[in-house]
């Protein structure tokens, strides 16, 4: 690859035409009540009025350039985990980010690294990210422009990972979290965050979301179901009647983080916990949005449901109200039980005596389940 499409080019792309949000998306014409952007105006000024108030606090917490985290972390863990749950400043989020992912202890071990894996070496999946570049938020300015800077760092960190562990190397999906990690750090830092989440820097690792059979996903599927049955029991055995099951509604929440088709500010916000906490989040988060919706969805038929999953009202998107729910969900424990439970069949069934005829069923289903998974990534929402 030529050293100079290689390398992040910093080239402005046209100005935007239409307004954005304070995140960069561009905002829609038309389709919003008035009654809907005043909730909206109202929810992105609390934000920026609670931002304004923490970010002295922030600033003292971690130091010059993080200096003083560690050192934090250990002596108030518990008013370090508050405060996340709270919200990282949005000016302090990349930095944040980066420290309690352990992604900066990793880019410091390996100096130079990045830039060879993006200059000198060659990736068998090159085409594919190319193809799927303009799909990851196709409404942020940053990825807007065809070719431009934020399309071609997006591109380098994607074929930067998929040449580092050539095991995973590239899946749809993968994209909104490297875009997402690009709106807030450089190339570098974007990619050892990823490898961090990926490889287990500081929580289990996750790179069995994106391995061949999405093997992590097939499991945080089971535990999610089972858990939906546990603390929703009307619900989950609706959702049964109904032939409902996670991988028609969730599948997304797990391989991107939430980060595919919801609001950014909550999107953010679950992210902000979801690297300090590890993978309980995004279970916490799933069941919040079940119960805040739970009345409804009990109601509705198969293809409502459906559509109900892709369409959250308002006010269920809204960190301030669904966080809140989702921490009331006590899920640790029982997560556990159910990955021993989850990993105890798989074992039953490949020591079963009819492997020959239940092990080609198995892939199947994994590669029809991975396959519902996938497929819609094709445009974003936001």
């Given at each position: 690859m030529d050293k100079k499409k290689a390398v992040d080019d910093t080239e402005p792309g046209p100005a935007p035409s239409r307004p954005v949000d304070r995140f960069g998306f561009i905002k829609p014409e038309q389709g919003t009540s008035p009654d809907g952007i005043s909730k909206s105006k109202s929810i992105h000024e609390r934000e920026r009025e609670r931002d304004g108030r923490r970010i002295k606090k922030w600033r003292k917490m971690i130091g010059v350039g993080g200096s003083d985290w560690k050192h934090y972390v250990r002596r108030n863990p518990h008013v370090v985990k508050r405060r996340i749950r709270k919200g990282?400043?949005?000016c302090l989020r990349g930095l944040v980010w980066q420290l309690i992912s352990g992604s900066r202890d990793l880019l410091l071990m390996n100096p130079g690294v990045y830039e060879t894996l993006v200059i000198y070496e060659t990736s068998a999946s090159e085409l594919e990210i190319i193809r799927d570049i303009s799909r990851t938020f196709p409404s942020h300015i940053f990825f807007q422009q065809r070719h431009g800077p934020g399309q071609r760092s997006l591109y380098n960190v994607l074929k930067a990972y998929s040449v580092y562990d050539r095991d995973v190397g590239y899946v749809q999906g993968m994209g909104f979290l490297a875009g997402l990690l690009l709106l807030y750090m450089s190339e570098e830092d974007a990619?050892?965050?990823?490898?961090?989440?990926?490889?287990?820097a500081v929580h289990a690792p996750m790179e069995g979301l994106y391995q061949a059979g999405l093997p992590l996903v097939q499991q945080y599927l089971y535990q999610f179901e089972k858990l939906v049955l546990e603390q929703m029991p009307q619900l989950g055995q609706h959702f049964i009647e109904e032939m409902i099951n996670p991988s028609m509604y969730a599948s997304q929440w797990?391989?991107?983080?939430?980060?595919?088709?919801?609001?950014?500010?909550l999107t953010v916000r679950v992210w902000d916990v979801f690297l300090y906490e590890g993978i309980k989040v995004v279970f916490q988060v799933g069941l919040a949005l079940l119960r805040f919706c739970h009345d409804e969805l009990v109601k509705l038929p198969f293809e409502k449901l459906l559509h109900a999953f892709r369409n959250f009202p308002e006010e269920a998107t809204d960190p301030d109200v669904l966080l809140p729910i989702a921490f009331t969900f006590k899920?640790?424990?029982r997560l556990e039980e159910l990955e021993k439970e989850y990993q105890k069949k798989l074992e039953?069934?490949?020591a079963s005596t009819s492997t020959k005829r239940s092990h080609p069923l198995k892939l199947k289903t994994m590669s029809r389940i991975g396959s519902r998974a996938l497929s819609n990534f094709t445009n974003s929402e936001k």
């Open positions: 990282i400043p949005d990619f050892w965050l990823l490898v961090a989440l990926l490889k287990g797990f391989i991107t983080v939430f980060s595919y088709s919801f609001p950014f500010h899920v640790s424990s039953g069934s490949n």
